[in-house]
């Protein structure tokens, strides 16, 4: 979000910036805003009752809530270095900065308050540059002490801007997270609250619509399943009948399609001379196979080609001669045409 739209939705957060003046027992105590201004200066040498009272008046002239204080610390009571990292640590950056600060400063991570800030993220050379600020803890013991006898409790630990003619803080917070004080501005509160309230609100609303649309679509639904149900039982009924017409025409088309035997053999009967004999008939579907005996056999194929049931006739093996009668055995096929059996039966009747 734009800073200056968060500026106008988001009423900016009450600050008190404290910081040091001359030594660590004397603090001046600026509000934080646009243009800081100085409310007061709590000198070391004054009076802590009459200090304490100041201080609950500087916090009650706060209208929008109680201010979050800020101990600013002056750059030269600051280390401030930069660090390079690899990018892979960006994930986990503030463990990696912990575990690895002995090897970036003299110290150890339990030997200062420290915070740091990414500036650039080199994605080409896969590194991470950090502005790392750190400050001794015993550098920081009498400010604290101080500040806790007049009933003061820093919520954060900043470092002050250089080269500014009025305070500046920066935005760090070198305070470590299990010794920060909770903060809550109620200003933002309430609104986080009226904000969750208007969402819950149209939270509700939504899951009415939803309900009521739920409920349409089953009753749309338990309607189609009506519908597909009567679909399904017109359908299977269908089937039904157009089974037993199947099973009806069955027969019928199966006589249509299949030669009749009597007709083939009534056929056969007719084309064949006199001198030829028949010793086995076969029929199978639309093949016609004879076995026999004849005198001159060669011009069997021509006859059956002749007839109009029969096509497509052929020897199957050799000819032989049978040593008994002298007759030539013969083996044929043919295909019966069922198309032809009704001309037969015309030409051997004389219709």
């Not at 803890?137 to 820093?154: C, F, K, N, T």
């Not at 305070?167 to 470590?176: K, T």
Request: proline share 6%; with cysteine.
């Amino acid at each position: 979000m734009p800073a200056s739209l968060r500026g106008r939705m988001i009423a900016p957060r009450p600050a008190i910036w404290l910081v040091p003046a001359g030594d660590d027992t004397s603090f001046q105590v600026w509000k934080a805003s646009e243009t800081p201004e100085q409310v007061d200066e709590l000198g070391g040498e004054e009076d802590i009752n009459l200090l304490r009272d100041r201080w609950r008046e500087v916090l009650a002239s706060f209208e929008d809530g109680s201010p979050e204080i800020r101990l600013c610390l002056p750059g030269e009571r600051v280390l401030e270095k930069p660090v390079d990292l690899p990018l892979a640590v960006e994930g986990n950056l503030a463990p990696a900065v912990g575990y690895q600060l002995d090897q970036l400063t003299p110290f150890t991570a339990n030997q200062v308050y420290y915070d740091f800030r990414l500036v650039e993220r080199d994605s080409e050379h896969g590194r991470l540059r950090l502005d790392l600020r750190l400050v001794l803890r015993h550098q920081l013991e009498v400010m604290r002490d101080r500040l806790a006898s007049l009933g003061i409790r820093p919520h954060a630990i900043d470092t002050l801007a250089d080269g500014q003619e009025t305070p500046r803080c920066e935005g760090f917070n070198l305070m470590p997270e299990a010794e920060r004080p909770p903060y809550v501005f109620k200003r933002t509160r309430l609104n986080w609250m009226l904000a969750g309230a208007a969402v819950l609100v149209l939270a509700v609303v939504m899951a009415q619509s939803i309900v009521l649309r739920e409920r349409g679509v089953d009753r749309l639904e338990r309607e189609v399943t009506a519908l597909r149900s009567e679909a399904e039982t017109v359908m299977a009924l269908q089937r039904e009948l157009e089974d037993s017409l199947l099973a009806a025409n069955f027969l019928a088309d199966r006589r249509r399609s299949q030669p009749v035997v009597i007709q083939v053999l009534d056929e056969v009967s007719r084309v064949l001379p006199n001198d030829m004999w028949l010793q086995q008939v076969q029929i199978r579907e639309t093949e016609l196979q004879i076995m026999g005996l004849a005198d001159g056999s060669q011009r069997l194929i021509e006859i059956l080609n002749d007839s109009p049931l029969l096509d497509d006739a052929a020897f199957r093996g050799s000819i032989n001669v049978d040593p008994a009668t002298g007759q030539e055995r013969f083996n044929a096929t043919a295909t019966i045409i069922p198309r032809g059996v009704q001309h037969a039966v015309a030409s051997g009747s004389g219709e």
